[in-house]
């Protein structure tokens, strides 16, 4: 296990066509161009907030993929991206963090879906006992002393998308 402070910074994918909308395969559905817009302005409230990456981490699927691949273009930090099964909606969130511990970043951005995200959220800061509605490009930071899965982080703020673009 990983034990030094820890900065989790948590990125939901961006507006992208909707299920029904999409005949192809789910992991393929992309962002919308309102959705890769609201990125660009969110990547610009993120470089106005100071905040500092050293690991892009994001599920594979098209709409996270191509919503890391945004903020990796705009904070020029392509070197860092990188992508992990365990960020899909079917990934395993134990396996999640024992990749990030691996890895040992000190201020790592996840991407990935909902209801995966709120889930694991929820099992960083309350053992799973919290309900939570995070909004597609909302942004999310939490404090950890030490990673592990189950209570181990505190909430320090959740931005909605709204919020975040009026820092740009």
Known sequence: MYFARMNIYILRHG?????????????????????????????????????????????????????????AEQ??????????GDLTPEGDPESLVAEINKLKPENPVLVGHEPYLSNFISQLISDGEMEMDFKKAGLCKLK?????????????????PKQTELMA
């Open 144 to 160: 950890a002393e030490r990673l592990k899965y189950g209570r181990c982080a505190k909430l320090c703020w959740l931005l909605t």
């Open 75 to 84: 904070l020029d930090l392509k070197k860092i991206l990188k992508f992990s």
């Open 15 to 71: 507006i992208a066509l909707e299920r029904e909308d999409w005949n192809g395969d789910d992991s393929k559905r992309p962002l919308t161009r309102d959705g890769e817009k609201q990125l660009e302005k969110i990547s610009k409230a993120m470089k106005k907030l100071d905040l500092e990456f050293d690991l892009i981490l994001s599920s594979p699927f098209e709409r996270a993929k191509k919503t890391a691949e945004i903020v």
